[in-house]
């Protein structure tokens, strides 16, 4: 079992910065990657940022350049820090972890609003 905390979203403006965390904790090492989902309302969940365990990223097309995706292994922790942020981005933010035998956790989601 894996547990996922996620924190660190809120209310910011359009061109504003937010960093997301989410903590792991229990069966860590049978965690082969961990990511971001994204979900607006009315809309499907979608994948924003993922990192393997070996430090590979990838990212949707909407937030290349304006996301990053990072993990801090001594922390268990993931974080998504995000600038240049646009009122599209606007979603509950999911954090995940894919484990060795494809399985996947969620955190609870944390929501971001960006309007002026």
């Known amino acids: 079992q894996v547990q996922l905390v996620e924190s660190g979203g809120g209310l910011v403006q359009p061109g504003g910065s937010l960093r997301l965390s989410c903590a792991a904790s229990?069966?860590?090492?049978?965690?082969?990657?961990m990511g971001w989902y994204r979900q607006a309302t009315g809309k499907e969940r979608e994948l924003v940022a993922a990192?393997?365990?070996?430090?590979?990223?990838n990212y949707a097309d909407s937030v290349k350049g304006r996301f990053t995706i990072s993990r801090d292994n001594a922390k268990n922790t993931v974080y998504l820090q995000m600038i240049s942020l646009k009122p599209e981005d606007t979603a509950v933010y999911y954090c995940?972890?894919?484990?060795?035998?494809?399985?996947?956790?969620w955190g609870q989601g944390t929501q971001v609003t960006v309007s002026s």
């Open positions: 229990g069966s860590i090492f049978s965690i082969n990657a």
């Open positions: 995940t972890a894919t484990m060795s035998n494809g399985y996947n956790y």
């Open positions: 990192i393997t365990s070996g430090g590979s990223t």
